[in-house]
């Protein structure tokens, strides 16, 4: 294996790597990203101009332990799927340093609001034992950890409730993971009645509840428009809706600059996501994309951005509320146009997750 194969002495370990990672990548300082798998959003253009290492757990490890890196950003604790490779990596720099290399800062981004420990479906002995050795993996990466920026306060309640022991000197701050207005901002005017229906078409982003609760929609606001963007598995469930219905528009895995031109023309854009026994909405990266278009948002209380979004006028109903109630949160939402200046004057002026990043590695948040 050879030595310093990364670019940069700061590097970044991703579990899974999407577009919204490189998007990001782009604007925050230089660091050198290892990850194992790519996502379903992997846009390939992206990754050209980034050191960006696509490796296996051991691998990765190795490439981390004979660089010469001096920060590492790891996926979040909690997020148990990474710890595999995140402790890997954490024993190999712990030899390096053993062997007189340099000490790591060692930092971390959480989101996660539901723990991860309560989300096992069957209970037998190989979950049990799987439990056991997870929370002890949990525990070993938590204690490893120098700085951690929690992107909502629901997360920060779970970390306490979940991770009550805190490592010795650890910094900790809140950063809520609001975007800044998009710098796309053009003349292309909000429509009235026009929402949009953001990412992937499946059952957990609660798209078949979208689907029932439109008739309604348009039956109380009859100048209602819907746009779906996104891909999935329910994707001919979405086509065959714009079949059956002129007030439905259908884009499958548009460019990012068709999503950014959609997003500029509609008024409201609805997510409500459905908690699973495996999964949560952790914030919902189309709420965040929407509010940085100037879109009034209709979510779930599953995201961890529910509170801040209904006490700044947005509408959150329950998981399980009916089509009726959906839609009556979009109408409502529809009924007032939003006012660009207002949505975007209660935004950070510098993106929640740049500002973070500054004080994760340079201990002090980025315009704030």
Known sequence: MPRNRLKF?????????????????????????LY???????????????????????????????SAIRSLEINEPLMLSSLPATVLALLGLRLRELLGGP????????????????????????????????????????????????????AMVMYDGVLPHR?????????????????????????????????????RKGFPLVLRAWPEVVRQRPGAKLTIVGKGVMESLARA?????????VAIDPSRLEIHRQLQRSHVLVLPSQATSAWREQVGLPIVEGLAHGCSVVTSTETGLATWLHENGHSTVSPESSPITLAAAICQQLAGMPDLDEIYAVLPKVDGRQAADAWLFDGSPLGM
């Open 103 to 154: 000490h790591v800062l060692v930092v971390t981004y959480a989101i996660g609001n539901a723990d991860p420990f309560t989300q096992i479906v069957r209970s037998t002995w190989k979950s049990q034992l799987r439990k056991r050795v997870e929370r002890a993996m949990a525990a070993m990466v938590w204690q490893r950890v120098d700085r951690i920026a929690y992107g909502t306060a629901a």
């Open 36 to 66: 194992r798998k790519r996502r379903y959003d992997f846009d390939t253009s992206l990754a050209a101009e980034l050191d960006v290492i696509q490796a296996g757990r051991l691998e990765a490890a190795l490439i981390l332990s004979t």
């Open 167 to 203: 490592p010795p000197g650890l910094r900790e701050t809140l950063i809520p993971a609001l975007p800044s207005p998009c710098r796309c901002r053009s003349d292309i005017p909000k429509e009235q009645d026009r929402v949009i229906y953001l990412g992937d078409l499946s059952e």
């Open 9 to 33: 002495t700061r590097a970044r370990l991703y579990e899974s790597l999407r577009t919204a990672h490189l998007e990001r990548a782009h604007e925050l300082q230089p660091a050198s990203i």
């Open 241 to 249: 809706a714009a079949d059956k219905s002129a007030e439905i528009e």
